[in-house]
Protein backbone atom coordinates (compact mmCIF):
# COMPACT_ATOMS: atom_id res chain seq x y z
CA UNK A 1 0.00 0.00 0.00
CA UNK A 2 1.16 3.57 -0.65
CA UNK A 3 0.08 7.11 0.96
CA UNK A 4 -1.23 9.29 -1.15
CA UNK A 5 1.15 12.33 -0.21
CA UNK A 6 -0.40 14.55 -3.05
CA UNK A 7 -4.52 13.45 -1.91
CA UNK A 8 -6.41 16.00 -0.17
CA UNK A 9 -6.78 13.80 2.89
CA UNK A 10 -3.31 13.49 2.99
CA UNK A 11 -3.25 16.83 3.44
CA UNK A 12 -5.64 16.98 6.20
CA UNK A 13 -4.27 14.54 8.64
CA UNK A 14 -0.47 16.28 7.90
CA UNK A 15 -2.44 19.90 9.00
CA UNK A 16 -4.13 17.65 11.86
CA UNK A 17 -0.20 16.38 12.99
CA UNK A 18 0.55 19.62 13.14
CA UNK A 19 -2.01 20.75 15.63
CA UNK A 20 -5.00 22.03 13.71
CA UNK A 21 -8.57 21.35 14.61
CA UNK A 22 -10.55 19.36 12.16
CA UNK A 23 -12.92 22.43 12.15
CA UNK A 24 -10.03 24.56 11.05
CA UNK A 25 -9.22 22.43 8.46
CA UNK A 26 -12.56 22.72 7.60
CA UNK A 27 -13.24 26.45 7.52
CA UNK A 28 -9.54 26.51 5.48
CA UNK A 29 -10.69 24.20 2.59
CA UNK A 30 -14.45 25.49 2.77
CA UNK A 31 -16.06 21.71 3.44
CA UNK A 32 -18.26 20.27 6.47
CA UNK A 33 -16.28 19.57 9.43
CA UNK A 34 -17.93 15.45 8.78
CA UNK A 35 -16.07 15.75 5.73
CA UNK A 36 -12.80 16.37 7.15
CA UNK A 37 -13.56 13.88 10.05
CA UNK A 38 -14.55 11.56 7.09
CA UNK A 39 -11.26 11.98 5.54
CA UNK A 40 -9.19 11.54 8.28
CA UNK A 41 -11.10 8.14 9.59
CA UNK A 42 -10.16 6.85 6.24
CA UNK A 43 -6.58 8.34 6.23
CA UNK A 44 -5.81 6.93 9.97
CA UNK A 45 -6.70 3.82 8.30
CA UNK A 46 -4.11 3.86 5.82
CA UNK A 47 -1.36 5.00 7.68
CA UNK A 48 -1.79 2.57 10.28
CA UNK A 49 -2.24 0.07 7.41
CA UNK A 50 0.85 0.87 5.72
CA UNK A 51 2.82 1.25 9.18
CA UNK A 52 1.66 -2.31 10.00
CA UNK A 53 2.82 -3.36 6.36
CA UNK A 54 6.19 -1.91 6.39
CA UNK A 55 6.75 -3.04 10.00
CA UNK A 56 6.28 -6.74 8.01
CA UNK A 57 7.80 -6.59 5.25
CA UNK A 58 10.83 -5.16 7.27
CA UNK A 59 10.40 -7.87 10.31
CA UNK A 60 9.87 -5.46 12.28
CA UNK A 61 7.91 -6.43 15.48
CA UNK A 62 5.69 -3.61 16.52
CA UNK A 63 5.84 -2.25 20.27
CA UNK A 64 3.98 0.79 19.99
CA UNK A 65 2.23 2.78 17.09
CA UNK A 66 0.60 5.82 16.64
CA UNK A 67 -1.46 6.77 13.65
CA UNK A 68 -2.20 10.41 14.34
CA UNK A 69 1.62 11.17 14.38
CA UNK A 70 2.48 8.31 11.76
CA UNK A 71 4.84 6.56 13.44
CA UNK A 72 5.50 2.78 14.87
CA UNK A 73 8.24 2.01 17.35
CA UNK A 74 9.29 -1.74 17.45
CA UNK A 75 12.14 -3.95 17.28
CA UNK A 76 14.08 -5.46 14.10
CA UNK A 77 14.45 -9.49 14.03
CA UNK A 78 17.24 -9.46 11.59
CA UNK A 79 19.11 -7.16 13.13
CA UNK A 80 18.06 -7.34 16.51
CA UNK A 81 18.07 -3.29 16.95
CA UNK A 82 15.33 -0.95 17.88
CA UNK A 83 13.54 0.29 14.64
CA UNK A 84 11.29 2.98 13.64
CA UNK A 85 8.93 3.69 11.04
CA UNK A 86 7.24 6.65 10.32
CA UNK A 87 5.90 9.36 8.04
CA UNK A 88 7.24 12.00 6.21
CA UNK A 89 5.49 14.50 4.09
CA UNK A 90 8.47 15.07 2.51
CA UNK A 91 10.27 11.75 1.72
CA UNK A 92 7.16 9.59 2.29
CA UNK A 93 7.29 6.37 4.29
CA UNK A 94 10.52 6.23 6.36
CA UNK A 95 12.46 3.02 8.24
CA UNK A 96 15.26 3.98 10.54
CA UNK A 97 16.92 0.87 12.93
CA UNK A 98 19.20 2.39 15.57
CA UNK A 99 22.50 1.80 15.10
CA UNK A 100 25.85 3.41 16.21
CA UNK A 101 27.43 3.71 13.21
CA UNK A 102 30.89 5.32 11.23
CA UNK A 103 29.07 8.54 9.88
CA UNK A 104 31.94 10.46 9.29
CA UNK A 105 32.62 7.46 6.81
CA UNK A 106 29.67 7.14 5.25
CA UNK A 107 28.62 7.94 2.22
CA UNK A 108 24.92 8.81 2.93
CA UNK A 109 25.53 11.26 5.84
CA UNK A 110 24.02 13.84 4.70
CA UNK A 111 21.09 12.71 3.04
CA UNK A 112 20.59 10.85 7.04
CA UNK A 113 21.32 14.91 8.49
CA UNK A 114 18.43 15.91 6.23
CA UNK A 115 16.18 13.38 6.75
CA UNK A 116 16.26 14.18 10.85
CA UNK A 117 16.11 17.80 10.35
CA UNK A 118 13.32 18.13 8.40
CA UNK A 119 11.38 15.24 10.49
CA UNK A 120 12.04 17.00 13.29
CA UNK A 121 10.59 20.12 11.88
CA UNK A 122 7.74 18.48 10.35
CA UNK A 123 7.23 17.29 14.09
CA UNK A 124 7.96 20.46 15.47
CA UNK A 125 10.82 19.03 18.00
CA UNK A 126 13.64 21.15 18.94
CA UNK A 127 17.01 19.29 18.07
CA UNK A 128 20.58 20.29 19.88
CA UNK A 129 22.62 20.93 17.00
CA UNK A 130 25.10 18.05 16.57
CA UNK A 131 26.82 16.83 13.16
CA UNK A 132 26.38 13.33 14.53
CA UNK A 133 23.20 11.42 13.21
CA UNK A 134 23.51 8.68 15.35
CA UNK A 135 23.35 10.98 17.95
CA UNK A 136 20.57 13.43 16.86
CA UNK A 137 18.22 10.32 15.46
CA UNK A 138 19.34 8.92 19.06
CA UNK A 139 17.84 12.60 20.64
CA UNK A 140 14.59 12.84 17.70
CA UNK A 141 13.63 9.09 18.41
CA UNK A 142 13.29 9.46 21.72
CA UNK A 143 11.28 12.83 22.01
CA UNK A 144 8.93 10.97 19.62
CA UNK A 145 8.88 8.13 21.73
CA UNK A 146 7.45 10.32 24.54
CA UNK A 147 5.29 12.03 22.08
CA UNK A 148 3.49 8.73 20.62
Not at 46 to 57: F, H, N, Y
Not at 73 to 98: D, E, R, T
Request: glycine share 4%.
Amino acid sequence: MFLPLNDKQFEFWKLRRSGILSIDIARLFNISKQAVSKALLTMDERIEKTLLEMARANQIEVEKINTGRGILFGHSVPFNASAIIFVSAKLGMQVWYKHEGNCGACTRYAQCIELLWDFADEMKIKLEKTDDPTKLADELFEKLRRMA
